[in-house]
């Protein structure tokens, strides 16, 4: 089956924390993508990053980086130095064969001045 | 329009009414997608066009929900004999060609919240 867990809820930081988000899927298909979303209040996904399954290098963005594991199924997303901005529910997805995105639960994560 | 524009953005209905949502892809973009998301849930899977033509529908949930887009570019969701069930944010997504091809990207819309009251 495919699927994707998130399995933190919530989290809360003080602004200029790190925090990473974690998110573990499964798929029976050796390729596919997996995916971050952020989804501010406003309702919008905003798309973070996508991530072929044969490209297992780490990536830096500013105050984002991912890290993805074919080890242990997972494709966390650090934030370095969160500021209130970054306050939002996180979203990590994945697509196999199909066009369709499977979504996590989400992580909603709330960012402290 | 600049991203993808959903109407309206709110909408209440009452149990038992007929209610459509309008999606306005981006210009151009010929992939057309429909997601459901839950209270506390990810975006869930409904429809998704390539051009005029659902390229597939298995997320609709049943025979009460039917979704167009008879010139490739705008797309009604309607939903019949609503339930208080449906209530949830609507999403739609377009992409320039689909998913499956190359590295094109979905932009989202900010979603038409849904209330069956």
């Known amino acids: 089956a495919q699927k994707v867990t998130q399995a933190q809820t919530e989290i809360s930081v003080v602004e200029k924390e790190d925090v990473t988000l974690d998110c573990v899927y499964e798929t029976r298909d050796t390729t596919y993508y997996l995916f971050w979303y952020k989804q501010p209040p406003s309702g919008e996904l905003v798309f973070l990053i996508r991530r072929n399954s044969f490209d297992e290098q780490n990536e830096i963005s500013g105050r984002y980086s991912w890290n993805f594991q074919k080890s242990t199924s997972s494709f966390n997303f650090t934030i370095t130095a969160s500021q209130v901005v970054d306050s939002a529910v996180y979203f990590c997805?994945?697509?196999?064969?199909?066009?369709?995105?499977?979504f996590g639960t989400g992580t909603r994560l709330q960012v402290f001045p | 329009g600049a991203g993808v524009s959903q109407t309206p953005s709110n909408k209440v209905t009452e149990k038992g009414k007929y209610v459509e949502l309008r999606c306005d892809p981006i210009s151009g973009h010929t992939a057309l997608y429909w997601y459901r998301q839950s209270l506390g849930q990810g975006p869930e899977f409904l429809i998704y066009f390539q051009g005029t033509g659902a390229a597939d529908d298995s997320g609709l949930p049943n025979d009460r929900f039917f979704a167009v887009r008879p010139e490739g570019s705008v797309s009604t969701l309607k939903i019949q004999r609503t339930e208080r069930g449906d209530s949830a944010v609507y999403l739609c997504a377009s992409s320039l060609t689909p998913w499956g091809e190359g590295n094109t990207e979905a932009f989202f819309g900010q979603g038409t919240r849904l209330t069956v009251v």
């Open positions: 997805a994945l697509r196999y064969n199909t066009d369709k995105l499977i």
